[in-house]
């Protein structure tokens, strides 16, 4: 027995060693993005790319363009690459689990961020607090509408965790006022400003004395903001984003809408390289972390205009 407890310790031992040897030797992270076209995306990518330059970690980068499919091809190639860890951005809420799956097969830790992959979480879960932040954009636009009003809502993609919590927060409010009537919804594809703009005129033309607008995103706020525009609509309509997206606040800072929440993206992509060496070098972290995101108006919108956190 005694014999067998030397070994164990000594075993103990080795481990760690080769933790922290391994830790030294993260050279290679594999950041797999949901759609580059998105600022918010391109945002996590500058911020992973620069801490690992600091580093001295190299990035392979790979852009799924929204196509799930794609993404799990994407994967599979990562990890043919040596890669230490995978940074994962899902592209969409179906094959979420595909990839994450592929990475603990081949030994490689995962660090979702921004979304989580149903029933196949990576080791960590770096977001903003969506379900928090949603609440406080809905409170502000609803009680800019005097609290009251026919409101719509423009979702993100169905199903991600982004949507599902945005969605959860923005309803709590909604319920907590009587005077609102939830009149429409419609889901995006790709949570963008062309997809804004049309979801837009449709209710619109549905539901002219809407007052109040809840999109999910800053491309969808920028572009349900341009539908509203043309349809010059004789009420004023309250309407919020989500994201803290570059252009879009400036276009907050001209009143082209009225409140966004502004993630920490640059902290998003920070820690995910931080955690990524973490894990690699056997650091326990949590599963689940969850930054604060800042409500944004014309009143505040300039300093982070001026350094996005």
Not at 261 to 267: F, Y
Request: proline residues 4%; contains cysteine; aromatic residues 4%.
């Amino acid at each position: 027995m005694k014999f067998t407890r030397i070994l164990l310790a000594s075993a103990a031992i080795l481990a760690m060693s080769l933790g922290s040897a391994q830790a030294k030797d993260v050279k290679k992270l594999g950041l797999a993005v949901a759609n580059l076209q998105a600022n918010f995306f391109n945002q996590i990518k500058q911020a992973v790319e620069d801490e690992a330059k600091k580093r001295g970690i190299d990035v392979v980068t790979v852009d799924a363009k929204g196509d799930g499919p794609t993404q799990v091809n994407q994967v599979q190639d990562l990890l043919t690459q040596n890669i230490d860890a995978l940074i994962y951005i899902p592209a969409g809420a179906a094959a979420a689990t595909v990839p994450v799956k592929l990475a603990r097969n081949a030994g490689v830790p995962v660090v979702n961020v921004d979304r989580n992959a149903d029933g196949a979480p990576g080791d960590t879960f770096l977001a903003t607090d969506s379900v928090a932040s949603a609440k406080a954009v809905c409170e502000y636009i609803i009680k800019e509408a005097g609290g009251k009003g026919k409101m719509v809502i423009i979702h993100g993609q169905k199903g991600t965790t982004p949507e599902v919590d945005r969605t959860k927060g923005c309803m709590e409010v909604i319920k907590a006022n009587p005077g609102v009537q939830l009149v429409a919804e419609q889901w995006s594809n790709i949570w963008s400003q062309d997809e804004g703009f049309q979801i837009m005129q449709n209710m619109l033309q549905a539901n002219p004395d809407v007052t109040i607008v809840f999109a999910q995103a800053d491309a969808l706020a920028l572009g349900a903001a341009q539908a509203i525009k043309v349809a010059n609509p004789s009420q004023k309509i309250a309407l919020g984003g989500f994201d803290g997206d570059t252009a879009a606040l400036e276009a907050l800072k001209k009143g082209v809408f009225d409140v966004t929440a502004t993630q920490q993206t640059q902290k998003m992509g920070r820690d995910a390289v931080a955690n990524a060496i973490d894990i690699v070098a056997g650091k326990k972290v949590p599963p689940i972390q969850l930054m604060d995101a800042t409500l944004t108006t014309k009143d505040n919108v300039d300093g982070f205009i001026a350094s996005h956190p």
